[in-house]
């Protein structure tokens, strides 16, 4: 019963250590995160409507795109036309939408439900796409739906027909928008510079991280305490420096 006792003792010592370890763990990395952020919240306010650079772009080629000759039907009623003027409603509210967002949009969200018709309407989206009228954006996160974003606003379709998916007031509000701080391209372009500085940091903080990390393997007994926070410190900093790279 002695021996037990004692295995006890060790046994919740141990837990203790470990949840110690990480707690400091944690703490390290919520450290972290409040760095690299700071960064950001000190380059200024930003809007809830939040654009990378890419995505300034597009809106901006599509905003200033002349007529556009394209080898299909956009007749109102039907589906190509639906989700044209479906991505112009997003686009001039400088959002960009997936196809379930559209599909919510257009048809209700009982269809977001229905997988088959989503692949139809994805089916559809690639045809728009292979077209020229619809373009894909980078995914901000591997995990997530493709967005769209349209490469006009005036399109002439196969029969001929003259589709005007914005009116010109309409156009000029959201160009006013997009180049009013801090959502115009102008703010977009500055964004490297402290953009760089996050990278920096991240990159920086991942080689101290490792550096610990492996120092603390050298050792003829390795400590869980160094060990511990100094890895997974430098597994969050990739993450952050993955995050970062994937907003340039």
């Known amino acids: 019963?002695?021996?037990?006792?004692?295995?006890?003792?060790?046994?919740?010592?141990?837990?203790?250590s470990v949840e110690n370890t990480l707690d400091r763990s944690r703490s390290y990395e919520d450290f972290l995160y409040l760095t690299v952020e700071s960064?950001?919240?000190?380059?200024?306010n930003l809007s809830q409507t939040k654009l990378t650079q890419g995505e300034a772009r597009a809106l901006e080629e599509s905003l200033n795109s002349d007529v556009k000759t394209v080898s299909i039907r956009l007749r109102q009623g039907e589906y190509q036309h639906d989700l044209a003027k479906g991505i112009a409603s997003f686009q001039l509210e400088l959002n960009f939408p997936d196809v379930k967002d559209l599909i919510e949009k257009l048809y209700g969200e009982e269809k977001t439900?229905?997988?088959?018709?989503?692949?139809?309407?994805q089916t559809i989206l690639k045809k728009m796409e292979n077209n020229n009228i619809?373009?894909?954006l980078p995914k901000n996160k591997p995990w997530e739906l493709q967005r769209y974003a349209l490469?006009?606003?005036?399109?002439?379709d196969v029969e001929k027909n003259l589709v005007t998916l914005a009116t010109t007031q309409q156009i000029e509000r959201t160009q006013h928008r997009l180049h009013s701080a801090p959502n115009s391209l102008k703010a977009q372009m500055l964004k490297p510079s402290?953009?760089?500085?996050?990278?920096?940091?991240?990159?920086?903080?991942?080689?101290?991280?490792?550096?610990?990390?492996?120092?603390?393997?050298?050792?003829?007994?390795?400590?869980?305490?160094?060990?511990?926070p100094a890895f997974s410190a430098a597994f969050t900093c990739s993450l952050i420096l993955g995050k970062l790279l994937s907003q340039k």
């Open 1 to 16: 019963m002695k021996g037990i006792s004692v295995f006890s003792l060790c046994f919740i010592d141990s837990v203790d």
């Open 39 to 44: 960064i950001e919240k000190r380059s200024g």
């Open 113 to 121: 439900n229905e997988n088959q018709f989503i692949r139809n309407i």
């Open 134 to 136: 619809v373009k894909i």
């Open 151 to 156: 490469s006009g606003f005036k399109f002439l």
């Open 194 to 228: 402290y953009m760089k500085t996050k990278i920096l940091l991240s990159i920086f903080l991942i080689v101290i991280s490792y550096t610990v990390a492996l120092w603390s393997l050298l050792q003829p007994i390795i400590n869980p305490i160094i060990f511990t």
